[in-house]
């Protein structure tokens, strides 16, 4: 069973732009679609992004993914206050037959 | 709009058994695939069961295989999970979630599930 390695924290100021990583253990992620998710505080999670760099309806422009080699990256330029939320990543596992979630990497904005 | 309603969740003693159901609204529930994902207190997010559209694929993690059951009553727009054997570590908030092509796309606000002596 793979596991997605996410860093605990992220931070950065309003106005800078913030990057996530999420890796893979088990194998490349390259040829896996993977998913982010934002959670507000005390709210559901969010699709944010799908299929690695597509953005639902409705998802700010300010938000991005991006993968390359070992890892997918979600980047949030022009950082506002409420982007304060932790976010996800996640991948279907064909062996698990289920979705794999990374550990989460919370945002603060400083 | 899309609307999943959640409930059944409530306290339990270790070895009972829970019932959740998912209200779906706003979209054609049918056509889609539908999960439960949980999440503990204070943690992360865990994948735990997986149906089909037509039911006919059903797949779940490994904690809760052969404990929980997930169904579904495409006439009556509703997803449900019956937990048994219930532990202390399946505390958590069970979400009802829709499954697009692409994934897990749109949540419900979830349904807490206490499991403690």
């Known amino acids: 069973q793979s596991v997605l390695i996410q860093p605990p924290s992220a931070s950065g100021t309003p106005g800078q732009r913030a990057t996530i990583s999420c890796s893979r253990s088990?194998?490349?992620?390259?040829?896996?679609?993977v998913n982010w998710y934002q959670q507000l505080p005390g709210t559901a999670p969010k699709l944010l992004i799908y299929?690695?760099?597509q953005r639902p309806s409705g998802v700010p422009d300010r938000f991005s993914g991006s993968k390359s080699g070992t890892s997918a990256s979600l980047a949030i330029s022009g950082l506002q206050s409420e982007d304060e939320a932790d976010y996800y990543c996640?991948?279907?596992?064909?062996?698990?037959?289920?979705?794999?979630f990374g550990g989460g990497t919370k945002l603060t904005v400083l | 709009q899309v609307q999943l309603v959640e409930s059944g969740g409530g306290f339990v003693q270790p070895g009972g058994s829970l019932r959740l159901s998912c209200a779906a609204s706003g979209f054609t529930f049918g056509d889609y695939y539908m999960s439960w994902i949980r999440q503990a207190p204070g943690k992360g997010l865990e994948w735990i069961s997986y149906i089909s559209n037509s039911a006919n694929a059903i797949y779940y993690s490994g904690s809760v295989k052969g404990r929980f059951t997930i169904s579904r009553d495409n006439a009556k727009n509703s997803l449900f999970l019956q937990m048994n054997s219930l532990r202390a570590e399946d505390t958590a908030i069970y979400y009802c979630v829709r499954s697009s092509h692409y994934g897990p796309d749109f949540w419900g606000q979830g349904t807490l599930v206490t499991v403690s002596s």
């Open positions: 088990s194998s490349n992620i390259e040829t896996t679609a």
């Open positions: 299929s690695n760099n």
């Open positions: 996640a991948v279907w596992d064909d062996s698990l037959k289920g979705w794999v």
